[in-house]
């Protein structure tokens, strides 16, 4: 059994908050060790027929070969076994997700009004033999019944590694889904890829707050929050999700250590560590195939 140290110390964050205001329940939680094979997720039967494959690990965009459990190059193997997703070469999306949130959100707590979801992340810096970097994104989003809207999310530019957070939220009197530059000290929040990463995501589902986190090299935590606007919505499932705006060079992303809970309050970094967030533009709401 593999064991992350990092998002051990945010369970636990989680779970302090949790504890003296309600409970804290786990709903979803895999690091692709027992019952996972190398190979495709999905087959192409089952990717074809809407199907659950490995781990009860469902995928769309692309085709069932995009979506593999491997060992990631960073690690040379001692990881184990990740997810990895290729990216797409055009502009269109790819995303992997299992059904295990919607049940379990529809029997947590009665107290407990929040979703967290963390994982691990390594985004490739792909770049084609002319140097032409890959435009890709990659990262996790909570989504509602519908797939419309983003909840909150949270994806990695692989050609720059600047961290931008997504909410379903209002700016400029437009209701949808944004994405949002996450800054320090008015810098953008620019992240070294081929190595592995902690992210964390949270979804305040009584006042609509959407968090974004990402865990800094000297161990603390960064990110910051927005006023969302789906107050009253419930979250439906965590995806792992790969998008493009145009034409590109196609990146590829790995995935581990994904821990998906309910809880009451909020996930608070370290004094001094939030980031200043900017509106960087509205996002594609496409539907992905169910």
């Known amino acids: 059994m593999k064991i992350n140290t990092a998002l051990v110390g945010i369970a636990c964050t989680f779970q302090a908050i949790s504890s003296a205001q309600g409970a804290f329940q786990v709903m979803q939680s895999c690091d692709f060790s027992t019952g996972y094979t190398a190979g495709v997720v999905t087959t ?28 990631d190059p960073v690690s040379g193997g001692t990881r184990g076994n990740t997810m990895s997703i290729q990216g797409s070469n055009s502009a269109t999306s790819r995303w992997a997700w299992t059904n295990d ?6 029997n947590r707590d009665s107290d407990s009004d929040t979703i967290f979801a ?20 990659f990262g996790g989003i909570i989504y509602d019944s ?12 692989a050609s720059t590694g600047n961290l931008y957070g997504l909410a379903y939220s209002t700016s400029g009197g437009t209701t949808s889904n944004f994405a949002y530059s996450i800054t320090a000290s008015g810098v953008q929040v620019s992240l070294t890829r081929d190595t592995w990463q902690s992210f964390a995501v949270t979804f305040n589902k009584t006042t609509g707050a959407a968090g974004f986190y990402y865990k800094k090299t000297n161990g ?17 499932e965590f995806d792992l999700y790969q998008s493009a705006n145009s034409s590109t060079s196609q990146g590829k992303a790995y995935f581990d250590n994904i821990l998906v809970s309910s809880g009451s309050g909020s996930f608070v970094p370290a004094p001094g560590a939030m980031a200043l967030l900017g509106v960087a533009g509205m996002v594609s709401s ?3 195939r169910r």
């Open 146 to 157: 519908t797939n419309t809207k983003m909840l909150a999310g949270l994806y990695v530019q």
């Open 118 to 137: 963390v994982w691990d992340q390594d985004t490739t810096s792909f770049t084609t033999t002319s140097g032409t970097p890959s435009l890709n994104r």
């Open 101 to 106: 949130v919607a049940s379990q959100w529809a």
């Open 286 to 288: 496409s539907r992905r």
């Open 44 to 71: 192409a039967a089952q990717y074809s027929a809407g199907s659950a494959g490995q781990g009860g690990w469902y995928t769309s965009g692309g085709g069932s070969s995009f979506y593999n459990i491997a060992s």
């Open 220 to 236: 603390t935590w960064g990110g910051g929050t927005v006023s969302g606007a789906a107050v009253g919505v419930d979250p439906d």
